[in-house]
């Protein structure tokens, strides 16, 4: 089968490539040991000889039509117009052309030749797609024609995409050198962002939010918040929240409050689920000072979870009263004690921290109801959500 192939192969001639999955593919055949290379309509593809079942020479369609215009005379328009056809049948594109130009060298005025070579009738005239496009007073910008206008407005946005770019990039390196040991090396780099327009500062300053540099952080908290850039609210509830430096927890709560945007409550509920009592608190007290009426529900809700926590806080003690009954305790450690008969049980330090974290919570959640609602039903979250039922039924 191998010299089979080979002798094929030398001819270099046009084949059908019969694969042994029974598939046929036409084409011209080049050997590459292992495998051949079938080219085809300007493109190839490589199969492993072990996949080829047979090889049977032909010619290729641009053999043919080689073959179709060598019997050809130059000026033989009807010749000529039907080998064009043939052409476009067979996808020959290239080859069409050729031919409809023999056709115009023999009748210039041929219509069907002229449209088919690419031409175009202004007035009297033939003229080619570019002619017809300059006489139509177009320009050609980057491979497309368009007017002189969609030209100077497309440079225009490059430049600009240049320009932002540029300032991006002068932005970020200013940004760096806020926590650059050099008090004057800071304090230039603030002075050059000054003189930025703020809209172009707004993407790397929302990027600087999550720095690992504190300086930075500082710094474009308290840009945003100048700027009261609404895009930057969502990010900034998280780090009014859990960024890890207190001090920049209270910068960030108050550029909240510069930027006043409407939905800030509602982009702080979410955070009402976290397990961290104090990030609870502070969340709850940050949401109060927005007194958005539609989180209200969400703190009526927030407010029953904690009064279950407290619940179930009260009743781990009871359980633990019970079990100084049997002399046996386990603390909230895991550990088991064997008490002795008589003996008076301390109660968790750990345990009742957690508690009054949770009682603050309480009291912090009825706080922010008050304020938000302007009502007062304590801790009685049926009085609460009969009074939003009413309002909203």
């Known amino acids: ?37 079938v080219i085809r309509s300007g493109s190839s593809i490589v199969y492993p000889k072990y996949m080829i079942k047979r090889i049977t020479p032909k010619k290729t369609i641009e053999e043919i039509y080689e073959e179709k215009s060598k019997v050809l005379k130059e000026a033989d328009v009807p010749g000529r117009l039907e080998l064009a056809r043939w052409c476009l049948q067979q996808k020959l594109q290239k080859e069409a052309v050729v031919e409809f130009k023999k056709v115009i060298a023999a009748s210039p005025d041929h219509e069907e030749a002229r449209k088919g070579a690419g031409f175009a009738r202004i007035g009297d005239q033939w003229l080619t797609e570019d002619q017809a496009n300059e006489a139509k007073g177009l320009v050609k ?40 040991p050099d008090e004057k090396k800071r304090q230039e780099a603030i002075d050059r962002l000054s ?21 930075t952080r500082k710094f474009v908290y308290e840009e945003l918040g100048r700027m009261k850039e609404a895009s930057a609210a969502r990010p900034l509830c998280r780090r009014a929240l859990w960024d890890e430096d207190e001090a920049l927890r209270t910068i960030a709560a108050k550029s909240l409050a510069d930027i006043s945007h409407p939905d800030t409550a509602l982009f702080l509920a979410p955070f009402l689920g976290e397990e961290s009592v104090s990030a609870r608190i502070r969340c709850v007290e940050l949401m109060a000072t927005f007194k958005d009426l539609r989180a209200a529900p969400v703190l009526v809700e927030a407010l029953a979870n904690c009064l279950a926590r407290i619940k179930a806080q009260d ?8 079990a100084l009954v049997n002399r046996t305790i386990v603390m909230a450690d895991g550990r088991t004690v064997i008490l002795p008969k008589i003996v008076r049980v301390k109660p968790d330090n750990r345990d009742k921290e957690h508690l009054a974290k949770l009682q603050n919570e ?5 706080s922010a109801l008050r304020t938000t609602t302007g009502q007062d039903f304590g801790d009685e979250v049926p009085k609460w959500r009969a009074w939003l039922q009413k309002r909203n039924p």
């Not at 497309?154 to 990039?169: F, P």
């Not at 309480?362 to 009825?366: N, R, V």
Request: charged fraction near 30%.
């Open 315 to 322: 009743d781990n003690q009871g359980e633990e009263s019970t």
């Open 1 to 37: 089968m191998t010299t089979i192939l080979l002798a094929f192969l030398a001819l270099g001639a046009a084949d059908e490539i019969e694969l042994q999955s029974g598939a046929v593919i036409e084409g011209r055949v080049q050997d590459l040991g292992d495998s051949i290379k």
């Open 195 to 215: 003189k930025i327009d703020d809209k172009q500062k707004v993407k790397p300053y929302l990027a600087g939010i999550t720095s690992s540099s504190r300086p």
């Open 362 to 366: 309480k009291a912090t959640l009825i």
């Open 141 to 180: 910008h980057k491979g497309r024609w368009m007017t002189p206008e969609e030209k100077n407005l497309d440079v225009a946005l490059e430049e600009q995409k240049e320009l932002d770019a540029a300032i991006l990039r002068e932005v970020q390196t200013c940004l760096e050198r806020l926590h650059a």
